[in-house]
């Protein structure tokens, strides 16, 4: 029997899970980030740690707990746990990949749509009595995607996923990724090309990279010169891959057309200047994978990489495999 800590209010099932796996769980059972220090003291004499991509634990935390032997982050990026410090320290480190890749990628061309079509702005504008009556020149032109290139930046899971939903629209798909995929090359007619060229040639960019030292601030002002001036930019990624601040500029001196941004650089602070531009912008909350179905896999998930960590076994899905002796 192993103690276990949940940084953040869980669903009920995860907990069960893991008490009828033999363990001992405490929850942070509200919304509430907790501070380093909380943290800390929470973690005290813990096994095992379940937290969430907003939870930062680095090499203070990790020295504050020698018990602690798996950390269990509930989403698929880990850019907020300094890894190799885990590593260094003999903590298994683990994310839940997988589970919430058709989600993710249904939300990213609910995104693309609504900005291409200023569908939230029409939705305000009904809301609000303005709708008077049908026009040709409707105050909420927008743009087509049918038959438009999309640019994937970054052909994982997710970015395949999109790319197979872009088939539907008639699009053409350009990627760039660390590697060529000639299987998804064949199973979905994207053609590889270079950043820039993907940059110059695509109507909508949509961004499914990692948050790491060589991705944050990607796509800033030097990207945003080379993009269409119709070019709509699409992130559920990461905040930290786009330099919100030439994003801004970009926008306001119509350098590009629009953005659906997800993920945001100061989260959860929404850009000020970005909060503030209505047409084709559309903002969210970092709802991607909300749905109940998705969320509850990804707890479950997590769960069960605690518990197979805790064994002594190495669980599903390991970030840090270097951590297990040979």
């Known amino acids: 029997m192993a103690d276990v800590f949940i940084s953040r209010r869980i669903f009920r099932e995860t907990i069960e899970k893991l008490e009828e796996s033999g363990h001992r769980v405490e929850v942070n059972d509200s919304s509430r980030i907790l501070p380093k220090g909380e943290l800390i003291e929470k973690i005290k004499g813990k096994s095992g740690l379940i937290c969430l991509l907003n939870d930062k634990i680095d090499t203070e935390v990790l020295d504050s707990n020698r018990d602690l032997r798996v950390i269990s982050n509930v989403a698929v990026g880990y850019d907020n746990i300094d890894v190799g410090a885990a590593t260094e320290r003999g903590v298994m480190v683990t994310n839940t990949p997988g589970v919430l890749t058709e989600t993710t990628a249904d939300f990213t061309f609910a995104l693309l749509i609504s900005a291409a079509r200023r569908i939230p702005e029409a939705d305000r504008h009904s809301r609000k009595g303005e709708f008077e009556e049908w026009e040709l020149m409707q105050p909420h032109l927008g743009v087509d995607v049918y038959g ?163 064994k002594g076994e190495r669980p599903p899905n390991l970030v840090n495999p270097e951590v297990i002796p040979k």
């Open 148 to 310: 438009k290139t999309l640019g994937i930046v970054g052909m994982g899971r997710i970015g395949r996923a999109v790319a197979r939903r872009s088939k539907g629209f008639g699009m053409r798909v350009l990627y760039h990724d660390a590697r060529r995929d000639e299987e998804a090359e064949g199973e979905l007619g994207a053609k590889f090309t270079s950043f820039d060229e993907l940059l110059r040639e695509s109507d909508f960019v949509s961004i499914h990279v990692p948050l790491t030292k060589e991705t944050k601030g990607m796509l800033g002002a030097k990207e945003f010169e080379k993009m269409k001036t119709s070019a709509i930019l699409v992130n559920a990624a990461r905040g930290g891959i786009v330099d919100e601040d030439a994003l801004v500029e970009a926008l306001k001196r119509g350098k590009i057309l629009g953005a659906a941004i997800d993920t945001h650089q100061m989260e959860p602070r929404v850009h000020p200047e970005l909060a503030k531009m209505e047409k084709h912008v559309v903002l969210a909350p970092h709802i991607a994978s909300a749905s109940r179905d998705t969320r509850l896999k990804m707890a479950l998930m997590a769960a069960e990489n605690i518990i197979v960590g805790l």
